[in-house]
């Protein structure tokens, strides 16, 4: 139980373009739902927290649009990365957590690389 | 400030060996301590839970303590196998915000 995918796993995009990662709960409701950034040999950095149906809530020193969350359904959450840099490449990771519960569920995550 | 450092920063171990991982805690008010495993590449996964009044909590070869006094806590890994071979990350929950506070974990690497 408690899954949560992402997909792509894996994308490579030009600078300039933007990019969309779906971050699904496959066998539970998340109300909410969290993305981080993790560049190389570092810790998990959270990017904002997003609850179904309102608006994300971001971290200091995070463009909200720039990277534009969605969280339109109790089991999907889209970061789309706009007008990406190569400085925007890192590992994107999301979480769910169900209604209720403390518990972070983690998803693979997505490399993202612009070139 | 709210953090969490984690020792050594990497380690290598032979095959069969035993290791602890250690983690320092300064974030207040504290609500959990979990420990996650992160293979290269991949999410974090949760091997251990634990509340203020935990002291000790096992799965299957990993042993967490927790010294809620001294704020410190440590992941016992025994008899390692190659598949042990990941980040391992120490993540407390801060009590006020319901915010993870991440530490930088420990790139473990069990040679044959």
């Known amino acids: 139980g408690a899954v949560v995918s992402q997909h792509p796993s894996r994308v490579i995009c030009k600078s300039g373009t933007s990019v969309k990662i779906e971050c699904r709960s496959l066998d539970f409701q998340a109300t909410t739902m969290f993305w981080y950034r993790q560049f190389p040999k570092q810790s998990l950095m959270l990017m904002a927290t997003?609850?179904?149906?309102?608006?994300?809530?971001?971290e200091q020193g995070v463009e909200k649009d720039k990277f534009l969350i969605n969280h339109a359904s109790l089991t999907l959450s889209t970061l789309t990365v706009t007008s990406a840099h190569p400085e925007d490449s890192s590992f994107y990771i999301c979480?769910?957590?169900?209604?209720?519960?403390?518990?972070?569920?983690f998803g693979p995550g997505t490399r993202l690389t612009v070139t | 400030k709210n953090q969490v450092e984690q020792s050594p920063q990497s380690l290598i171990i032979l095959e069969g060996k035993n290791c602890t991982l250690q983690?320092?805690?300064?974030?207040?008010?504290?609500?959990?301590l979990r420990w996650y495993k992160q293979d290269t590449g991949r999410g974090p996964v949760s091997l251990t839970i634990?509340?203020?009044?935990?002291n000790t909590k096992s799965n299957g070869r990993y042993t967490a303590t927790l010294d809620a006094d001294t704020k410190q806590s440590s992941l016992h890994i025994t008899a390692s196998q190659l598949s042990d071979s990941a980040s391992y990350i120490c993540v407390v929950t801060h009590g006020g915000f319901q915010k993870l506070v991440f530490g930088t974990g420990t790139r473990l690497l069990v040679s044959p």
């Open positions: 983690c320092n805690y300064t974030v207040s008010p504290f609500s959990n």
């Open positions: 979480s769910a957590q169900g209604q209720g519960g403390d518990e972070q569920y």
């Open positions: 634990m509340t203020f009044s935990e």
């Open positions: 997003s609850n179904e149906g309102s608006k994300a809530t971001y």
